[in-house]
């Protein structure tokens, strides 16, 4: 079975920095795109970024040029740095994977989620 397991999430002072990880375990043959998605009360899950197996990157435009999603394929592990966060950007964070497991399908994944607070 592949699990996603978020770590990094916290409180932070608007303008402050954050870095989310998220790692990737069980018996796994490849690891497609990976990406980030946010919840904050009330409101739908939103995409924050992602990024290919071959580092391609997409980002949405509430974040661009803020945070910056990076991944290390020897690890299994995806990272999102996030800077000059704003309270606005307070939500539950959830990690994603597109994953093949071996000697099965590939699947979505999602991690559980991990909160971030942003104190204005």
């Known amino acids: 079975q592949v699990q996603l397991v978020e770590s990094g999430g916290g409180v932070v002072q608007a303008g402050g920095s954050l870095r989310l990880s998220c790692a990737a375990s069980g018996t796994i043959f490849n690891i497609n795109a990976m990406g980030w998605f946010r919840q904050a009360p009330g409101k739908q899950r939103d995409l924050v970024a992602t990024i290919t197996s071959h580092g391609s990157t997409n980002y949405a435009d509430s974040v661009k040029g803020r945070f910056t999603i990076s991944r290390d394929n020897a690890k299994n592990t995806v990272y999102l740095q996030m800077n000059s966060l704003k309270a606005e950007d307070t939500a539950v964070y959830y990690c994603?994977?597109?994953?093949?497991?071996?000697?099965?399908?590939?699947?979505?994944?999602w991690g559980q989620g991990t909160l971030v607070t942003v104190s204005s």
């Open positions: 994603n994977g597109i994953i093949t497991p071996e000697w099965s399908r590939t699947v979505e994944v």
